[in-house]
């Protein structure tokens, strides 16, 4: 039987290897949604080679182009946010979220509201919204697959397992572009530095936020909202091969380390197959020739992002996501050379500190309005802090 299955941020890096898994078994899938921002001329190529019902541009300026790339080819078109939403609600067994950012979180939700199996890539979605996203699965008997690696490896290491015997989740980390540079050095890191990482190929933003922790830190989270596990159970350690991608620790003292070559095509493909396992196109390990593993603790100083995420898990609410769109502002204005590297986790806490007296916005109910206009409070005021209209306070 084949299954219907849509792809939000089809042209993405995580897009492209869903792609790429779709498209070695064409005769398994019917392809419903494909979804892009600017890159029109893939998503139109994409669209039309995998016979896409829909395609839908997050940007109406570009759905002039996206209709001339696929005229005549009987494809529907559409552009912007209401449309992404539209395309969630058609019909879809399967749906990957890998949109980038918290613009990832209405389409999940239209997915979950018909009863889709959603394949969460966009951990923005869990970040900003946990309960939101769990509740509307359990109220439409809808199911959440964890794509982030680090989260498909506790996924995996939990089958079968009680919740009950679980003591700790550790999670790693590459440490990024910089987890070698003297600390001194990352204020005057550049853009061009921050988005190299040493071992995974990613889009440009995860990449930096890899660099900064930023990522991790919202695994963090991630992780606490997918698996219901305290704060204090969860752990983050530097492991520079990026070959274990998380660890369960049991009650009776066993670790379960997830291993697997460092290719998001195997988390993708565990969530596309599950609740089966098939063969995936990736590199099987060698371990006599890798030798070796190292972990290391993270730096406090080297990554005030951990401590950051730590607080945002302690005042709970709306915390993450005035966290994490006051990351997302910061991060575009290190990428418009507005701040530089180190400056992007003074003006999150500047954001937080700043809301975090706002007990009206922060402990606001978990509706999509509400995280839309803690979303949008944190958002001015980080641009605030940025343009130096604010100085952030400590
Ligand atoms: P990319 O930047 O490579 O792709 C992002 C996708 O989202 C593109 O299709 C892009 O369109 C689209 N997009 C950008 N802005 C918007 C918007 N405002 N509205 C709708 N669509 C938009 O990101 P990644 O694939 O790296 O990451 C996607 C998600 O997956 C993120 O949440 C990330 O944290 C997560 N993730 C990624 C991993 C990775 O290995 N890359 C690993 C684990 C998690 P276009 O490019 O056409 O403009
Ligand atoms: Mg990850």
Known sequence: MTRRVSIFGATGSIGCSTIDLIERDPEAFEVVALTGGRNVDLLARQAKALGAEVAVTAHEECLADLREALSGTGIEVAAGEAALTDAARRPADWVMSAIVGAAGLPPGLAALEQGATLALANKESLVTAGPLILGTARDHGATVLPVDSEHSAVFQALVGEDMAAVERVIITASGGAFRDWPIDKLASATLEEASSHPNWDMGQRITIDSASMFN?????????????????????IV????????????????????????DMRHAIGYALNWPERKPLPVERLDLARIGQLEFRAPEDARYPALRLAREVMEAGGMAGAVFNAAKETALDGFIAHRLGFMDMAGVVEGVLTELSGDTGLMSAAFTLDNVRAADHMARIRAEEIISGAKTPKR
């Open 216 to 236: 991790k830190a919202l695994e963090l989270i991630e992780t606490r909202e997918f698996f219901g596990v305290r704060p204090d159970q969860i752990e983050v």
């Open 239 to 262: 492991h520079p091969q990026s070959l274990i991608h998380a660890l369960v620790g049991f009650n009776d003292g066993a670790l379960m380390a997830h291993v697997g070559p460092p």
